[in-house]
């Protein structure tokens, strides 16, 4: 397996990439082929681990490319345009069989522009979209979309409900996946104009497709363990994602200053760290990974734009998972026999 | 100062409504006028404190209500033919002078079509909005629309953004509120169109409205205790606010477990419960008391719906606070007088 990595996209580009790739090495069997400038990669290497790349692991590889998307570029424009970009060379790679997996913690509009127009769309699905992987309790949760398609139509949200469905069975081995609506309240009448026709089609279309819909959820039951996938446009989704994101980071600050408050609260805290680590464990949304582009004919993975050498880790080794389940192939055959179920 | 509090509405009424009350009667200087069946609450009094009303406390009044707002009622319906409901009678007595400030935590949609209909919205104010309070870094955040207005225009936004203006300067002496706009990204193209056009309109109004705008924010920011304010339609608003409270509940149900997960871990946390208490009390939303429905001529607060008796006990504690800061009045005086500073 060979998995491609842009190391010249995202906030903390190309230190942590390359980072992350190496302390993901020896964690996963794959080989990864880190795009981007090579001259500054291996110069980065050498200073980072006082060897050449080839001494690490000969499982790492190199393929140059000269440009970088940045995130100011205008998605469209840098796809055509930025031939050899980290980012294009991804993409064209993984197309041509170069590599079973694209990750990148670019610019996240070119990184959907690119994965439509470069790699395609899944026979059958209008509108690919960002899959996020959230803690819940006792489980995790699926967000789709969580941020790719800010204007949608209620046949995308049953797309997206069909394809967690896919996806949950496949990965997560959940025979029958509970899929929700996120709205403001749970009765049928409750929510925009776009939730309320969602709810509708997704009722209709439900047993046919072989969909476990559970109806609307709230926000506030969405960490319950009880529901597997949240279906909901990338405008609200995103808004979801960022929102549990930032009480996270509050909570954490919180709990730390709250342990830290004086010497005494932090000699009293010592016999409760175990607890504490495992409670941050449960909270770490790094520990998820990053979200998958669902749609699309490839596994494309989006890592998070701040991406650390720690999240760059996690998200090499569920990228290889990602592979080794085949969820795409499975996406692809499911949508394609469907036609001929309906019969 | 009378407070009026809605006892038939929620899902604990009127139990919860009734021993909030008795709670709070001590703690405050206000009159509390216990609105709805005036059989069924004397007895709820007498076999909760083995008395008459009377003797609990002379502040404590009844009036006599004979019918019940359900939440299944439609609104507009509920309020024009359930004329001796405990939520029409007391939204007749706020308008009447007959009582400060009314409390009710019933049918939502019902409470806002009865504020509209039955009190009258400030005169320059297209919809009132219902406004929570978070918990945030070292301070709190004003959540406005949290849910009353689920399609909105650009116009009703900037609206949002004034009225939350005018009350955090008034009630929380922040001399220059920081207004954010809920939004999935930072820059000014983001969003969907509601958001994008917004945004120009608080741009381009925000000097001469007095509205210290900051400009997008995104939900892992919104905590941060920089933002003092942060303006979504009701759909965008009260995903916002549910998803806060879903987390908030599977923080706190990891953190028990965490703590509680073996004999050893129960012991060692024992030093630390000073810190987890600290903590848990930062992360409490209850605390904070029940949203105001900002825009009405008159104060009207939103008691959650699943309020028990220590939630009806700060939020009444809340109310009184309101009334005493004269927010509303203030708020008809901005806006009335904005025209002439136009001039």
Redesign the interface.
């Known amino acids: 397996m060979k998995i491609l990595l842009d190391s010249m996209g995202g906030d903390n580009a190309p230190d942590a990439n390359i980072r992350g790739a190496v302390n993901a090495i020896n964690k996963i069997k794959a080989e990864v082929i880190l795009i981007g400038k090579e001259e500054v990669i291996r110069a980065k290497i050498k200073e980072f681990y006082g060897k050449e790349m080839e001494e690490i692991s000969d499982r790492l590889k190199i393929r140059n490319a000269t440009e970088t998307i940045e995130m100011e570029d205008t998605p469209t424009v840098a796809i055509k345009h930025k031939k050899d970009s980290s980012m294009v060379v991804g993409f064209k790679m993984l197309k041509e069989n170069e590599g079973d997996v694209f990750i990148s913690a670019g610019n996240s509009g070119a990184l959907l522009t690119g994965a439509t127009l470069l790699v395609g769309r899944i026979k059958g699905i209008d509108r690919p979209a960002l899959a996020g992987i959230l803690p819940?309790?006792k489980s995790q949760l699926l967000l789709i979309d969580a941020?790719s398609n800010?204007?949608c139509k209620p046949i995308n949200l049953l797309q997206f409900a069909q394809m967690s469905s896919i996806y949950l069975r496949n990965t997560f081995q959940i025979e029958s996946p509970a899929i929700g609506l996120?709205n403001?309240g749970t009765e049928e009448t409750k929510?925009?104009?776009l939730?309320r026709e969602s709810y509708q089609l997704l009722k209709e279309k439900a047993e046919e497709l072989n969909i476990n819909f559970v109806g609307n959820v709230?926000?506030?039951?969405?960490?319950?363990g009880k529901i597997d996938a949240i279906v909901a446009d990338?405008?609200?989704g995103?808004?979801?994602?960022?929102?549990?994101?930032?009480?996270?980071?509050?909570?954490k600050?919180?709990?730390t200053e709250?342990?830290t408050?004086n010497l005494l609260?932090k000699?009293?805290?010592i016999?409760?760290l175990?607890?504490?680590k495992?409670?941050s464990k449960?909270?770490d949304y790094k520990s998820y990974g990053g979200a998958l582009f669902l749609g699309v004919k490839k596994p494309v993975v989006k890592a998070h734009g701040s991406s650390d050498a720690l999240l760059f880790e996690y998200t090499l080794i569920q990228a290889e998972k990602f592979v080794k389940n085949k969820a795409v192939d499975k996406m692809i055959e499911e949508f394609e026999k469907e036609p001929k179920d309906k019969i």
């Open positions: 819940a309790y941020g800010t204007n996120l403001i929510g925009n104009e939730v709230e926000g506030r039951d969405a960490f319950s990338g405008f609200t995103n808004v979801f994602l960022k929102t549990t994101e930032g009480l996270g980071k509050f909570v600050k919180s709990l709250s342990f408050k609260a000699i009293f805290s016999p409760a175990p607890a504490i495992r409670f449960t909270m």
